[in-house]
T-cell receptor
Framework: AQKVTQAQTEISVVEKEDVTLDCVYE???????LFWYKQPPSGELVFLIR??????QNEISGRYSWNFQKSTSSFNFTITASQVVDSAVYFC???????????FGAGTILRVKS | GAVVSQHPSWVICKSGTSVKIECRSL??????MFWYRQFPKQSLMLMAT?????????EQGVEKDKFLINHASLTLSTLTVTSAHPEDSSFYIC?????????????FGPGTRLTVL
């Protein structure tokens, strides 16, 4: 069975602080995909990144960066110099090669205070 | 590109009535569509997977007679909540799969907030 664990229920930071959101996954498949989504108060999911299991390169996109480590089954997300607009719920998700359906973690509420 | 719309964006209905939610892929043909449900302050849970022209596959614990899914075309899937009750109040989100299976692309609609009185 596939499972995604986001142990941090809620994180509060002050603007300009760096923050890391943790994601640990479980799967028996060798081919899989990992995702991060942002859900602002409006409810619409915003796609942030997709990573397949064969690509362990870390990625940086502006203030966002992701650290994928198969050895620890983790796919952590770091926001550098956080801003108030980053306040949202962030979901980590896992998908198998076939079927495409996503298994979501419980989500982490990020509150960035000015 | 790759836009998915949902209609309505919110709906309030009386207990016992049925509600239909539409999910459309606006600029691509979706071979597969997924329906998720999100209760307040909780995560998204997959309800069912639908492929155009075939019966939907429901996740364990989801009543297929209560949540009717029709995927009549490559751009439209509908979810009908039959005989809705207050416990069905939730945020329903659809997503559409695009391209070959291995590409794993999936695009989400904006969601429909259902409140059953």
């Amino acid at each position: 069975a596939q499972k995604v664990t986001q142990a941090q229920t809620e994180i509060s930071v002050v603007e300009k602080e760096d923050v890391t959101l943790d994601c640990v996954y479980e799967t028996r498949d060798t081919t899989y995909y990992l995702f991060w989504y942002k859900q602002p108060p409006s409810g619409e999911l915003v796609f942030l990144i997709r990573r397949n299991s064969f690509d362990e390169q870390n990625e940086i996109s502006g203030r966002y960066s992701w650290n994928f480590q198969k050895s620890t089954s983790s796919f952590n997300f770091t926001i550098t110099a956080s801003q108030v607009v980053d306040s949202a719920v962030y979901f980590c998700a896992l998908s198998m090669e076939y079927g495409n359906k996503l298994v979501f973690g419980a989500g982490t509420i990020l509150r960035v205070k000015s | 590109g790759a836009v998915v719309s949902q209609h309505p964006s919110w709906v309030i209905c009386k207990s016992g009535t049925s509600v239909k939610i539409e999910c459309r892929s606006l600029d691509f043909q979706a071979t597969t569509m997924f329906w998720y449900r999100q209760f307040p302050k909780q995560s998204l849970m997959l309800m069912a997977t639908s492929n155009e022209g075939s019966k939907a596959t429901y996740e364990q614990g989801v009543e297929k007679d209560k949540f009717l899914i029709n995927h009549a075309s490559l751009t439209l899937s509908t979810l009908t909540v039959t005989s809705a009750h207050p416990e069905d109040s939730s945020f329903y989100i659809c997503s559409a799969g695009y391209g070959r299976v291995w590409s794993n692309e999936q695009f989400f609609g904006p969601g429909t907030r259902l409140t059953v009185l």
